[in-house]
């Protein structure tokens, strides 16, 4: 079977940084997606990574290690409306459209 | 506006009464989804298609049918809906170009 981890939930100060981690270990690997949603909303993709290294996108970067099975979602100077749940999902076949999500994990944003 | 459209929003319905979620993207996208997401559980996959007449099966498909007959549209469809069917359902589409899907809003299901 599939699985993959991210932690259930999350406290952070606005104003700061905070890391969100995923590892995984599946049946196959074309690429890593991370999604925000929102309460009672749908998601929303936020980046994808399919090589080693950093992809950064203004305040939201993502990391991937494919021999590790890791990467992680790092959000810099945090805003209350970043208060929402992080989804982490491997692509399992390369058209990209079998995804396995993890459980997600929700941020909570405090003044 | 791209978008991903899901009809209903909020449905209650009866154990066993057939029932019919609808999913339109006017995105041109070819590939289609839909997804269960349930507390503790995350988002799991029910069934997929990557072009019109080309349907398979996800994690979690047993209970629901599916069917493309054009490229826009892609129906799920509950035969006979039981109370472990209760869920937020989302569809969601992609092309072969953007990566990442594009979710419709969400059904929420109630059965009863």
């Known amino acids: 079977g599939q699985n993959i981890d991210q932690p259930t939930e999350m406290t952070a100060t606005e104003g700061a940084i905070v890391q969100i981690n995923c590892t995984y270990q599946t049946s196959g690997f074309n690429g890593l997606f991370w999604y925000q949603q929102h309460a009672g909303e749908a998601p929303t993709f936020l980046s994808y990574?399919?090589?080693?290294g950093l992809e950064e996108k203004g305040r939201f970067s993502s990391f991937l290690s494919r021999s590790k099975g890791y990467s992680y979602l790092l959000l810099k100077e945090l805003q209350m409306k970043d208060s929402a749940s992080y989804l982490c999902a491997v692509s399992l076949n390369n058209a990209g459209n079998m995804l396995t999500f993890g459980g997600g994990t929700r941020l909570m944003v405090k003044p | 506006e791209a978008q991903v459209t899901q009809n209903p929003r909020y449905l209650i319905t009866v154990t066993g009464k057939k029932l019919t979620v609808t999913c339109s993207q006017n995105m041109n996208h070819e590939y289609m989804s839909w997804y269960r997401q349930d507390p503790g559980l995350g988002l799991r996959q029910i069934y997929y298609?990557?072009?019109?007449?080309?349907?398979d099966k996800g994690d979690v498909p047993e209970g629901y049918k599916v069917s493309r007959k054009e490229k826009r549209n892609f129906p799920l469809i509950l035969e006979s809906p039981s109370p472990n069917q209760t869920s937020l359902y989302f569809c969601a589409s992609s092309s072969t170009v953007d990566y990442g899907y594009t979710f419709g809003s969400g059904t929420r299901l109630t059965v009863v």
């Open positions: 990574n399919v090589l080693d």
């Open positions: 298609s990557m072009n019109v007449e080309v349907t």
